[in-house]
């Protein structure tokens, strides 16, 4: 089964080395809508596949990082880099140029990323794994990934070499400050981060989710 979730984030960039001449040469912003594909295979105590809730935690907070923010390449011109960071309080340096193509598997392995890191609660399946993201640039235009294209398309390493501006950092919990501060991420295991989620259960039961609780009280 695949659930789906929306975010919303307005964000500005320059795309360099594109055909187009108005995105490659010009700031511009967007208003992007990010849907996150989640699949397992089983349903927790409550009959669903992962909660909505609790993608309000960690998941959310990471993608709102980007709301209102600027976001460059980090191998971008100095100067240019350098007046971002002057007149922006929020802003992102990204090891890799801000295109939705890249920003759709960027977006995947780091909520995979997340999910690996996160304390499952209700009986959620353990296997519970982001499959695609989509991401609509405009309303006419989007870049949809799925995992196979992390093996051809992306270097995993990237993943959390990234510089957040202090502003950023201001909005997010400690939970994610720290998994974000281990720069090589994917790399270092038995780290013992774990990312407990946004909202808990209200009460767990061993239970069929498509009958009767053993305990509804």
């Known amino acids: 089964m695949i659930i789906r979730k929306k975010y919303r984030v ?42 909505f809730g609790l993608m309000k935690g960690t998941v959310k907070q990471f993608i709102d990082m980007f709301d209102h923010c ?28 801000p295109t939705a193509e890249l920003l759709s598997l960027f ?17 959620e399946d353990e296997d519970l794994v982001c499959t695609g993201v989509i991401y609509h640039e405009t309303e006419s235009g ?12 992306w270097d995993s390493n990237n993943l959390f070499r990234f510089q957040l501006s202090d502003a950023v950092k201001e909005d997010i919990s400690q939970d994610l400050a720290l998994l974000i501060s281990r720069k090589s991420g994917l790399l270092i295991t038995g780290t013992g981060v774990r990312i407990n989620p946004g909202c808990t259960p209200y009460k767990q039961v061993n239970a069929n989710p498509t009958g009767q609780p053993n305990d509804w009280r």
Not at 23 to 40: D, F, N
Not at 107 to 123: V, Y
Request: aromatic content about 12%; glycine content about 6%; overall charge negative.
């Open 70 to 97: 600027f976001v460059f390449w980090d191998k971008d011109d100095p100067d240019y880099i350098k007046d971002i960071q002057h007149w922006s309080d929020r802003w992102i340096a990204l090891p890799f140029n």
């Open 10 to 51: 307005e964000m500005g960039h320059i795309v360099r080395n594109c055909s187009s001449k108005r995105c490659s040469h010009s700031m511009h912003g967007h208003s992007a809508v990010i849907e996150v594909l989640l699949q397992g295979k089983h349903l927790d105590h409550a009959g669903m596949l992962y909660d």
């Open 107 to 123: 977006f995947m392995d780091a909520i995979n990323f997340i999910i690996s890191h996160t304390t499952m609660l209700n009986g």
């Open 142 to 153: 989007y870049a949809q990934c799925c995992l196979k294209d992390l093996d051809t398309m």
